[in-house]
């Protein structure tokens, strides 16, 4: 079994920061990609931002520039940096991990996903 434990979100003022933490744990014999994705009410779940186990970074449009991913590869474990947050950041930002669990055969690949944690941004 493989466990997403989320942290970090909370209310907080326009303008203001975050830093979201997601630590992957059980068992896994190699991490790939790892997320973070976010759903407001009323709309899909939209990603965010994701990381290479490289580190190579891909965006969204609308968080580029305030948003930073990273990883802790010792930890198994992503972050996410937020910065200049505004309303239309409110949403439960959810991590999302691409590994294998007992060897690097296909049958091994799963995707998990953490619980979710919620962002508010007040003005």
């Known amino acids: 079994q493989v466990q997403l434990v989320e942290s970090g979100g909370g209310l907080v003022q326009t303008g203001g920061s975050l830093r979201l933490s997601c630590a992957a744990s059980?068992?896994?014999?190699?991490?790939?990609?790892m997320a973070w994705y976010r759903q407001a009410p009323g709309n899909q779940r939209e990603l965010v931002a994701e990381i290479t186990s490289g580190g190579s970074t891909n965006y969204s449009d609308s968080v580029k520039g305030r948003f930073t991913i990273s990883r802790d590869n010792a930890k198994d474990t992503v972050y996410l940096q937020m910065n200049s947050l505004n309303a239309e950041d409110t949403a439960v930002y959810y991590c999302?991990?691409?590994?294998?669990?007992?060897?690097?055969?296909?049958?091994?690949?799963?995707?998990?996903w953490g619980q979710g944690t919620q962002v508010t941004v007040s003005s």
């Open positions: 059980g068992t896994i014999f190699r991490l790939n990609a």
């Open positions: 999302k991990a691409d590994l294998f669990t007992h060897s690097l055969a296909r049958s091994s690949r799963s995707y998990y």
